[in-house]
């Protein structure tokens, strides 16, 4: 008995045609045809999607802006007014003692506080040591040369401060 292929039929008796590979390699483009639009169009809407929470990311902290410069108004019509005071030097210093203080309470409560600095161990985390001084405090601050801040918990700016050094 003769194996192979014969009057168009496989090994197994089931006829095939030449055409049938054509067919599926079709069928294959045009669903890889469907799945790179559907990438392109998914990407697509993907960079949309950035570009909106980008602008709407901007618009927020404008608003935040917004109401910290509302916040802020008072404290500059408070320095106008104490301007006016300059003449009565005691005036004028209560009034710069109140602005101080009227800052420093809408700082706070935007998250902004002091770092301690002074006769604290040096943190250099919080402290940027500017220059050091002989003493017994090693390791100590002995001086603030300029203050710290955080703001929620990180330093914003470090206190500039002066070290303690055993000789």
Same mark, same amino acid.
């Given at each position: ?24 390699? +079709? ?6 045809? @469907? ?8 990407? +697509? ?7 909106? @929470?980008?602008? #709407? ?7 935040? #802006? ?8 008072? $404290? ?8 006016? #005071? ?9 009034? $710069? ?19 301690? +600095? ?25 001086? @603030? ?17 002066? $070290?303690?050094?055993?000789?």
């Amino acid at each position: 008995m003769e194996h192979g292929h014969r009057n168009g039929q496989d090994d197994k008796g089931r006829g095939h045609d030449s055409r049938h590979g054509h067919d599926g390699t +079709a069928k294959l483009k045009e669903q890889l045809a @469907e799945m790179t639009d559907t990438a392109k169009r998914i990407q +697509a809407e993907f960079e949309n999607y950035k570009r909106r @929470e980008e602008a #709407n990311r901007a618009e927020y902290l404008k608003s935040c #802006n917004r109401e910290l410069m509302l916040k802020l108004v008072p $404290v500059l019509e408070n320095l106008d007014l104490s301007l006016r #005071n300059k003449d009565n030097e005691n005036e004028f210093r209560k009034g $710069v003692e109140l602005i101080v203080r009227q800052l420093k309470g809408i700082l706070a409560a935007e998250g902004l506080e002091e770092i301690g +600095a002074a006769g604290q161990r040096f943190d250099p985390n919080l402290h940027e040591a500017v220059s050091t001084k002989e003493g017994e405090k090693d390791g100590t601050v002995l001086e @603030e040369v300029s203050k710290g801040y955080t703001l929620h918990g990180k330093v914003v700016r470090h206190a500039k401060v002066v $070290v303690g050094t055993k000789g």
